[in-house]
């Protein structure tokens, strides 16, 4: 079920945003993530298959993420945490985004446990107090089709 917002809620409030911009079309009205984006593989034997894109790799990181091979056992896949400015200045969006139900799950739960968020503070370039919008792309592992445990890949400060 989507809910459904005015352009004064997305002004005036602060938001967070569970799931993918493919399932969530309500982020593809307002600013969101640039670093790492959400796209169909184009060509190839994946084609078709949701990818997290890096716009700007850095050495030795991948420019595109992909879940396990569909037909393969599920036992790891990507997510976005995302802190991005809102439309009005002082407003932020949060974005907790993967490319599958549980990958959004282990998004969230990233930014749940404390150790996970104290280690995604210290990647953030030049953060401080008060903190830096960023973009995040954290691998989460899942076994027997529940997320066991995420791992922050790369961060970008905006």
Known sequence: MGVCFTLDDVKNNNLIFVG???????LLD????????FQRVASGPRQGDL??????PKPGESNAYLASPSGAVLTEDYS?????????????V???????????QGAVEFVCRRESVEKLLREI??????????????????????PVGSELVAVRAR
């Open 20 to 26: 993918s911009p493919s399932e969530n079309l309500s």
């Open 30 to 37: 307002i600013p969101g993530a640039q670093e790492f984006v």
């Open 51 to 56: 990818s997290i894109v890096s716009k700007h």
């Open 80 to 92: 976005v945490v995302g802190l991005v400015p809102g439309i009005e200045s002082g407003r932020y």
């Open 94 to 104: 949060m974005i907790l985004a993967g490319t599958t139900t549980f990958e959004t």
């Open 125 to 146: 370039p030049g953060s401080g107090a008060p903190i830096r919008p960023f973009e995040a792309l954290v691998r989460v592992k899942i076994a027997r089709g529940v």
